[in-house]
């Protein structure tokens, strides 16, 4: 497994949560990563991403609740999600691309992590 992700867990609507992905040694810390998420019955859809010299992307419904971080010495990243809402409910995938650039589509990454469910209660 290339990537860990932890974090996940079971709050209340307006709560806050972080998220991390631990990478392996197989992995390049500069590596590009990325949050996607999946809720049930739906696609897995892009949330927040990271370039390997920390520039960010964001959904739109992301922007301005989520920061996504990452610490380069520690091969991890995280995904600070404030006020969270019930429609955030989903399992929390991170994923890696073997460049440095963030991107958007999820067929750019190359490797996943397992998940990591979030469930928001309202």
């Known amino acids: 497994v290339q990537l860990q992700a932890s974090g996940g867990g079971s709050v209340q609507a307006g709560d806050s949560l972080r998220l991390s992905c631990a990478g392996s040694k197989r992995t390049s810390s500069r590596d590009a990563r990325a949050w996607f998420r999946q809720a049930p019955g739906k696609d897995r859809e892009f949330v927040a991403a990271?370039?390997?010299?920390?520039?960010?992307l964001y959904s739109d419904s992301a922007k301005g609740r989520f920061t996504i971080s990452r610490d380069n010495v520690k091969n991890v990243m995280y995904l600070q999600m404030n006020t969270l809402e019930p429609e955030d409910t989903a399992v929390y995938y991170c994923a890696g691309r073997y460049i440095n650039l963030a991107s958007m589509i999820k067929a750019a990454y190359n490797y996943w992590g397992q998940g990591t469910l979030v469930t928001v209660s309202s």
């Open positions: 990271i370039g390997g010299s920390g520039d960010t």
